[in-house]
């Protein structure tokens, strides 16, 4: 009797149907669907130290409760999208700075499209930051209570890019 089960009919049958599933329409193809994907790829991410503090030191701001948003108007720079960047302050460990980072994130990544839409539609590039100043805050941080923020923050934006 051999240590090893000989090849049946079954395995081979299973090997071509795997073949035949690779020139079929995948499930999960987003080729096809042209729904909003709700990611941050990389590109819409703010990066540097010097972005962030030109962001900063130049830009407006919008302030809803704890969280504050500073951004940057640019005109003239192809491609028109908006790269955002987010920070806490006085977050009293690496637990609770990434914490509320996440929550930030997260809340921003539900609302982005009515923002890039918007710049894509005034031809604008925006930069924008999001600053929490987590000293501020007293008890356990909610995601209500930042997606609140960031709704009344989105919406003040929205205002003055469509004053422009």
Known sequence: MPAWPPRTAASFLR??????VGNSPS???RSIDNTPRHRLSKSEILRGYRAFGHV???GRYVQSGNVRCYFDIQREIPPYQC????AVRKAKSGVQRNRVRRLLRESY???KHDMCSTCVEKKISLR???LLN???IHQHLSF???DTAMNNILVGVQEKLQAL
């Open 134 to 136: 987590a000293k501020k």
């Open 144 to 146: 209500d209570e930042v």
């Open 56 to 58: 900063l030191s130049r």
């Open 128 to 130: 924008c930051v999001f």
């Open 15 to 20: 090997d071509d149907a795997q073949k035949g």
């Open 27 to 29: 499930v999960t193809n």
């Open 109 to 111: 990544r539900q609302r």
């Open 83 to 86: 790269t955002v960047g987010f």
